[in-house]
T-cell receptor
Framework: AQSVTQLDSHVSVSEGTPVLLRCNYSSSYSPSLFWYVQHPNKGLQLLLK????ATLVKGINGFEAEFKKSETSFHLTKPSAHMSDAAEYFC????????????WGLGTSLAVNP | DAGITQSPRHKVTETGTPVTLRCHQT?????MYWYRQDPGHGLRLIHY???????DKGEVSDGYSVSRSKTEDFLLTLESATSSQTSVYFCAIRMELNTGELFFGEGSRLTVL
């Protein structure tokens, strides 16, 4: 069985400060992991993905995430927040070969203050 | 980038009426999906398709049907809409077979009064 937990429903940071959005997962086999971003009234866009290659994954817009098997975590980070980063972020765990098995986190709302 | 168009983008309807949402892609991606997004529930899979006339149920398929008569179109039908089906509906296509990456449309907001 698979599950995903986003540990914070809301995160607020100041512009220029680091961003940390936390995600823990549970999977009975080697998972694929994704982070998606959703800006207000928009569709979802893939930020980055882990599929059993390098454990440090770099994505778009300066975001990156590190797969830590021992901690069952896939936290999303960015060194310096920008106002345009304000959005909803979703952590997703799945079996890469079967999208029916994608499990979505409930999302973390990121606010960026000037 | 793959082009996905959802229509209508916004719809208000009354309980008991049929509703059809359309998802159109401009490329020949095999896999297409319908999700609904609700506060507190994240994204939940309604139905998906793995080819023309090939569809299967997701986790919240009750009250919904789908059809895929052409590669480019995936229709979601609510035969008799209920207030619990008020939601934002997203269509997605699978970009890469092995990684599971999805590309989403911009959503269709449905309100059932």
């Amino acid at each position: 069985a698979q599950s995903v937990t986003q540990l914070d429903s809301h995160v607020s940071v100041s512009e220029g400060t680091p961003v940390l959005l936390r995600c823990n997962y549970s999977s009975s086999y080697s998972p694929s992991l994704f982070w998606y971003v959703q800006h207000p009234n928009k569709g979802l866009q893939l930020l980055l993905k882990y599929t059993s290659a390098a454990t440090l994954v770099k994505g778009i817009n300066g975001f990156e995430a590190e797969f830590k098997k021992s901690e069952t975590s896939f936290h999303l980070t960015k060194p310096s927040a920008h106002m345009s980063d304000a959005a909803e972020y979703f952590c997703v765990v799945g079996n890469a070969g079967n999208n029916r098995k994608l499990i979505w986190g409930l999302g973390t709302s990121l606010a960026v203050n000037p | 980038d793959a082009g996905i168009t959802q229509s209508p983008r916004h719809k208000v309807t009354e309980t008991g009426t049929p509703v059809t949402l359309r998802c159109h892609q401009t490329e020949n991606h095999r896999y297409m999906y319908w999700y609904r997004q609700d506060p507190g529930h994240g994204l939940r899979l309604i139905h998906y398709s793995y080819g023309v006339k090939d569809t299967d149920k997701g986790e919240v398929s009750d009250g919904y049907s789908v059809s895929r008569s052409k590669t480019e179109d995936f229709l979601l039908t609510l035969e008799s809409a209920t207030s619990s089906q008020t939601s934002v509906y997203f269509c997605a296509i699978r970009m890469e077979l092995n990684t599971g990456e999805l590309f989403f449309g911009e959503g269709s907001r449905l309100t059932v009064l």
